[in-house]
């Protein structure tokens, strides 16, 4: 057998998640050594045809190009690992499922007409099958690591479901809700970040989305005990993963 082949591919996104990858410096130099990277433009001009054994993809999908490119990604990948919130949750472009698509675009554009864009953004995963999922805006490099790794291994990669609370207790952190009243996501938002915001004493702004099983109720009950309005509390459920948080508030509601 070969040397495994990996492949990055860029959607509507910032390409932070891909720069990740990059970040990950001499772990990187471990991952070439191991798979063959034969599509990444972020790092490199020398593209490869596929088929890939592993294709990453960062961004949402928000054109009908777009839409018909990911079908034929998928069809080229043996495994495919969405990076980020904007690929697992339509990022904070699906702001603009709850808006005027056409009144966004003539305030912003000096000629929408222009534009070819679709109402919506949605994750990799309302268009085509994915195989794993990294959080996170931007992701963790340790987690894709871990993903990249366990794939080449064959096994199921290690990823953590429950809260950041779990995260601020590992690094004893003072809970800055108890202790300052400060609004925080901590206890709905899935972990992966080092609850790196409550180190700082900021709270959690939700960026790597909905733990596995979240309380949205008795959560939303605690941004009002902080004062919080029911505007306020709406926007911050609706940053980084909008359509994530959404979906769950509104489970929660029935």
Known sequence: ???????????????????????????LLAVAGRVRIAHFLEASSDVQPGPY???LVEGSITTQADA????????NSRVLITLGACATAGGIQALRNN???AEYASVVYARPDYLRTLGTSTPIGAHVDVDYELHGCPIDKRQLLEVITAVL???KPALPAHSVCFECKRRNTVCVVVAH??????PVTRA????????FGRGCFGCFGPAETPNVAAQTALLRATGMSEPEIRRLYRTFTVTAFDEVRDAGAD
């Open 181 to 186: 009243g400060r609004p925080c996501l901590g």
């Open 53 to 55: 054994d592993v294709s």
């Open 68 to 75: 018909d490119r990911i079908r034929r990604v998928r069809a």
């Open 1 to 27: 057998m070969g040397t495994p082949t990996l492949a990055v591919w860029k959607f509507a996104s910032c390409d932070g998640c891909q720069l990740s990858l990059l970040d990950c410096e001499d772990e």
């Open 153 to 155: 291994a064959g096994r």
């Open 99 to 101: 808006a005027d698509v």
């Open 192 to 199: 992966g970040c080092g609850a790196l915001c409550p180190a």
